[in-house]
């Protein structure tokens, strides 16, 4: 998965709040039909385990989040939380992806 290499810009301090806006995102989306029936047990799983600011957790919310939501997934990454280098790595992975 692309988006592994995206979690590791993410400072440990701020993966919870990265991962409470992100869920948060994907929960109120009008796209849940673009999303991959894996990746949301992938989700899910992690989620039961409470795992969701582990890096194949975040992994996977930050895919999902990107597939469905893409330009407001842009602004919680941009905005308060001021991941610049997340920015940067999402737009590399998602232009190789096609998406």
């Not at 796209?31 to 992690?46: R, V």
């Not at 941009?78 to 590399?92: A, F, H, I, N, S």
């Amino acid at each position: 998965m692309a988006y592994n290499k995206v979690v590791e810009t993410i400072p440990l301090e701020k993966r919870e709040e990265l991962s409470d806006k992100l869920i948060n995102n994907l929960l109120v989306s009008k796209n849940e039909n673009k999303m991959p029936a894996g990746l949301a047990n992938t989700i899910l799983y992690h989620w039961q385990q409470g795992l969701l600011t582990g890096d194949a957790g975040l992994a996977a919310i930050i895919e999902a989040s990107v597939l469905l939501e893409p330009d407001k997934t842009m602004e919680i990454l941009e905005g308060k939380l001021q991941l610049m280098d997340t920015v940067k790595k999402v737009k590399e992975v998602s232009t190789k992806a096609g998406k």
